[in-house]
């Protein structure tokens, strides 16, 4: 009986949130497929099951570190982009708290960093929190400035997951090279998109995630540059050159460096599919922003190409989520999480919107499946329940009392 | 086909009448949209044991619920809107010597008002459906509010409020059933909420003692006073007035050889009058703030039966009403301690007429 009272949507839904995950592609399946069969060996074990499973993992490191133009051994295979945020900015502040204790970042970065700075805080490290401007961009002055001599870590993102703004990341490794101060990057939203040569970045540690490109939930990794130190955030085994304890998830990792081979291999259908999301993108914005007092957030130009997100004032940005997920869209909102939170988005509240206004934002996020019908339909279903939401805030006649 | 509101707060009732909805709705009735709201923040283990609505825990059972009988799941924010007409209101009702009555101000503000016309809005529902053990009847153009069929359970009493655009839009799935037949209803259907006890505390006041609500939300600390007998003899002290609430007889340090009772407490001089127990008994009392859910009361003066606290007989009596705002109760026998801002309902039989709050006397 309970089976058939299950609730089936019609019609297919449009899901414009692949900032939140992205759905894996038939070719990482296929690539995962016969380490979940065949080669479900450990890849630390001598006999031939464990050397199957070690020639997947080996071959999947290289195809990363081709990637970003890395060698092998500088690649480190963890959980996930939180988990590589964690190891990058905890490891490499304490493994240099003999010659200081004090880290830069920015107010806009994912929790996974502000978090684990929160943390070292408590361990009486000191941390500087570099301001944004109102499109949510970084000034490398500023974190140039906020560089003293006990500064051992720069940890800057390279676009933001709310609102899609590009950090200069070149001109802050620049500068941090010459200040000899590490620099980490959480990649995990640009991964899909923009280059990764860590060398061009000039960066020392960069965060990727598996399952914003169309990989494997469960599987990300951490660039660490030959020669950086790490103090290991989980004890166990060898693996991963001792600097991240744990059988390693073979099947996991062959997914993630499939996709992001099929992401960045080719830097010409990279850019191909990039400009044609970015025009999806632009007529989101277009659309959505000729609805009164919807207005874009972040970066206009300097933007990932897939992001667009907004302020729609008058409404909940938990509602409007809702109200378009009944009418068959996927989207969400930066104000709120699914156990009903209020708490305004702390990258809204950088940037210099107030709290209130913090509320009503909306970020949908295209990705390799969505169409321009698609973006039509959302731009003319936005609209309509935009003007249902804001009939129910205006004032209304109270029921009658006698 | 149009869509309907559960609201489910992770109990056994709401959870029930959601799939009850959820079952019609594959029978081809309306869609079922199952909404949590969360009304406090939740504050770690000691509240979280405490069964609150508003419990992670309290979240997750009314998700489970959901994913089982198939319908889709979404939390609601209402903090900021339960936390100034609910908890403040609370707060303000014990310092002005009241007893505050936050169920029915939960039903009347956040509910039946800002629940169910946002639902509206965000969900394009036309209706929203609670756990409520009450019936509504629609007869000759005009609903009436019904007591529930479980007279045990009956919940009418915190449900006067509503009115007529509110009862149009309301629906109670549970109202023609008994309590048991609901828990045999959510064991069948194999809720993990089938068994959960009932809750009988205010959810935000999870122990009962809402002392340090009233210091956390208005800095009241209290402040010692005196405790007097009707004629004003002194018969001890209290930790602060707002401490105490009508109708009290335990924590007032006082042998006076027979138990003695509160029977009005006075703000202004931070003075607690105790009695004996037929000095706090009344046959008559005013009530303000009145309200009838048909919008017009039956007349100038009628007769009914009236219940000042939920589960408490209600008893025979005359109505008057007065002015614009009050009535007059006259009771056929004397009523236990009515208590200012407790709200005295009225009926005709089974029918819900309305009421208001049980006024100073």
């Not at chain 2, 402040?223 to 009290?248: F, M, N």
């Amino acid at each position: 009986m309970l089976a058939s009272l299950r609730h089936n949507r019609s019609v297919m839904s449009i899901y414009l949130d692949h900032a939140a995950t992205t759905p894996p592609r038939p070719e990482v399946l296929e690539a995962m497929l016969p380490y979940l069969t065949e080669h479900w060996g450990n890849a630390s074990s001598i006999h031939e099951s464990g050397r199957n499973a070690r020639r997947g993992l080996d071959e999947a490191r290289e195809t990363v570190a081709r990637v970003l133009g890395a060698k092998p051994r500088e690649i480190v295979f963890t959980s996930g982009g939180t988990e590589s945020d964690n190891l990058a900015v905890r490891g490499a502040a304490w493994a240099a708290s003999a010659r200081g204790r004090h880290i830069v970042t920015t107010e806009v970065e994912h929790k996974a960093v502000l978090h684990s700075c929160a943390m070292m805080e408590r361990h009486g490290f000191d941390v500087t929190y570099v301001s944004v401007d109102r499109y949510g961009r970084v000034d490398p002055a500023d974190v140039a400035a906020a560089i003293t001599d006990r500064t051992t870590l720069v940890s800057v993102m390279y676009a933001n997951n709310e609102v899609g703004t590009i950090q200069p990341i070149q001109a802050i490794g620049a500068l941090c090279r010459q200040r000899r101060v590490l620099f980490h990057v959480d990649a995990v939203q640009a991964g899909g998109f923009l280059p990764l040569d860590v060398d061009t970045l000039q960066v020392d540690l960069l965060s990727l995630g598996a399952h914003k490109l169309y990989g494997p939930k469960g599987v990300g990794a951490l660039f660490v540059r030959h020669g950086t130190q790490l103090l290991p955030q989980q004890s166990g085994g060898s693996q991963e050159r001792q600097r991240r304890a744990g059988t390693e998830n073979v099947p996991g990792i062959v997914g993630f460096a499939r996709a992001i081979e099929l992401a960045q291999a080719d830097p010409v259908a990279r850019d191909v599919e990039n400009a044609r999301l970015a025009g999806l993108r632009d007529a989101l914005i277009a659309g959505l922003t000729s609805i009164p007092l919807v207005f874009l957030t972040g970066e206009p130009d300097d933007r990932l190409p897939n992001n667009a997100s907004f302020l729609v004032r008058g409404v909940e940005g938990g509602d409007l989520v809702a109200a378009l997920d009944l009418e068959g869209i996927e989207a969400s909102t930066g104000s709120a999480c699914t156990t009903g939170s209020a708490e305004p988005s702390h990258v809204l509240l950088a940037m210099g919107i107030d709290e209130e206004a913090a509320h009503g934002s909306l970020r949908l996020t295209a990705g390799r499946g969505t169409t321009a019908d698609e973006i039509a339909r959302t731009i003319e279903a936005t609209r309509s329940v935009v003007g249902r939401l804001r009939d129910f805030t205006a004032p209304r006649p109270t029921v009658a009392s006698v | 086909m149009s869509r309907i509101v559960a609201a489910m707060s992770g109990g056994v009732d709401s959870s029930v009448a959601a799939a009850l909805l959820a079952r019609d709705a594959v029978e081809g009735g309306d869609e079922v949209i199952g909404v949590w709201m969360r009304l406090h923040p939740d504050r770690g283990e000691g509240y979280e044991q405490s069964r609150s609505c508003c419990s992670p825990d309290a979240a997750d059972d009314a998700r489970r619920v959901a994913q089982i009988v198939g319908i889709p799941f979404f939390a609601l924010n209402l903090e900021r809107e339960f936390g100034a007409k609910v908890i403040d209101a609370f707060a303000d009702g014990y310092l002005d010597g009241a007893t505050p009555n936050p169920c029915q101000a939960c039903n009347q503000y956040i509910k039946f008002d800002v629940l169910l016309h946002r639902g509206l809005a965000a969900y394009g529902a036309e209706s929203v459906a609670t756990g409520h053990y009450a019936r509504v009847e629609r007869r000759d153009g005009s609903y009436r509010l019904l007591r529930a069929a479980d007279a045990e359970k009956d919940q009418t009493y915190f449900l006067w409020v509503l009115g007529q655009d509110q009862l149009a839009a309301t629906r109670f799935p549970l109202g023609e059933l008994t309590k048991p037949e609901v828990r045999r209803i959510a064991a069948e259907l194999d809720l993990p909420t089938a068994t959960k006890p009932e809750s009988q505390e205010i959810c935000f006041v999870p122990a009962g003692d809402y002392r340090e609500l009233l210091a956390e939300r208005r800095g009241y600390a209290g402040e010692p006073g005196p405790i007097v007998d009707v004629e004003g003899t002194r018969l001890g002290t209290h930790s602060g007035y707002a401490h105490y609430t009508v109708g009290q007889r335990h924590g007032l340090g006082v042998a006076l050889g027979e138990a003695v009772y509160v029977r009005e407490v006075r703000p202004a001089s931070n003075t607690v009058v105790v009695g004996h127990r037929d000095e706090v008994a009344a046959r008559h009392f005013s009530a303000e703030g009145r309200r009838f859910v048909a919008g017009e009361p039956p007349g100038e003066r009628f007769e009914g039966s009236v219940r000042i606290r939920h589960r408490s007989p209600d008893v025979a009596c005359e109505v008057t009403l007065v002015g614009d705002d009050r009535f007059v109760v006259e009771t056929a026998e004397p009523v236990w301690a009515p208590a200012p801002g407790q709200a005295a309902v009225l009926y005709d039989g089974e029918q819900c007429l309305g009421g208001g709050r049980i006024a100073r006397s």
